[in-house]
């Protein structure tokens, strides 16, 4: 089983900051199978970037995703008051699929 | 639109069985993979499992290999998870989701509570 490790585990910023998020994998993530999802508060998450750079519908472009092999990264050029969320990546290369612990970016 | 709507939830003693069902509408279910995602209360996400699109194949976390069963009915448009020898870990709120490319879309989630 691939073993996200995600971090920092907390990120304190303030509105219109860079954020940069990190996803540390124990093998070899295939194909950059590797996608990111960020979670609101009572809320279910929602994809922001699959195949680790691709935007989904509708997200808007300051959020972006890069890396490959066992790095990635999240990063959100200039933070809006809506991005204060946790986010997790998550790998779908193998028949397992599994997810870091997730890191909360939190208003500073 | 897509929507996905769980049931089934609900405060079940360790050893117990539970099934929950998931709704789905606005999109092609029957041509899509399915899978079911829990949260424990305030932790992360783990991936249960999945079921491909006609149910030909599916893969479960070791957590609940054996334990659980994933099933579905594209007549119905519904998924479902059979949860047997439930235990204290168990505890989540479990989520229905959609792979179109990854995990698009999810539902809002079941509560489920092993408790005796």
């Known amino acids: 089983e691939i073993v996200l490790t995600q971090s920092p585990g907390t990120l304190s910023l303030s509105p219109g900051e860079r954020a940069t998020l990190s996803c540390r994998a124990s093998?070899?993530?295939?194909?950059?199978?590797l996608a990111w999802y960020q979670q609101k508060p009572g809320q279910a998450p929602r994809l922001l970037i699959y195949g680790a750079s691709s935007r989904a519908t509708g997200i808007p472009d300051r959020f972006s995703g890069s890396g490959s092999g066992t790095d990635f990264t999240l990063t959100i050029s200039r933070l809006e008051p809506e991005d204060f969320a946790v986010y997790y990546c998550?790998?779908?290369?193998?028949?397992?699929?599994?997810f870091g612990q997730g890191t909360k970016v939190e208003i500073k | 639109q897509v929507q996905l709507v769980e049931s089934g939830g609900g405060v079940v003693q360790p050893g117990r069985s539970l099934r929950l069902s998931c709704a789905a509408s606005?999109?092609?279910?029957?041509?899509?993979?399915m899978h079911w995602v829990r949260q424990a209360p305030g932790k992360g996400l783990e991936w249960v499992g999945l079921?491909?699109?006609?149910?030909?194949?599916?893969n479960y976390a070791d957590s609940v290999k054996g334990r659980f069963t994933i099933s579905r009915d594209n007549s119905k448009n519904t998924l479902y998870l059979q949860m047997n020898s439930l235990r204290a870990e168990d505890t989540a709120v479990y989520y229905c989701?959609?792979?179109?490319?990854?995990?698009?879309?999810w539902g809002q989630g079941t509560l489920v509570t092993v408790s005796s």
């Open positions: 606005g999109f092609s279910f029957s041509t899509n993979g």
């Open positions: 079921i491909w699109y006609d149910g030909s194949n599916k």
């Open positions: 989701v959609v792979q179109q490319l990854v995990l698009d879309y």
């Open positions: 998550q790998q779908y290369g193998s028949s397992s699929w599994t």
């Open positions: 093998q070899s993530v295939s194909s950059s199978f």
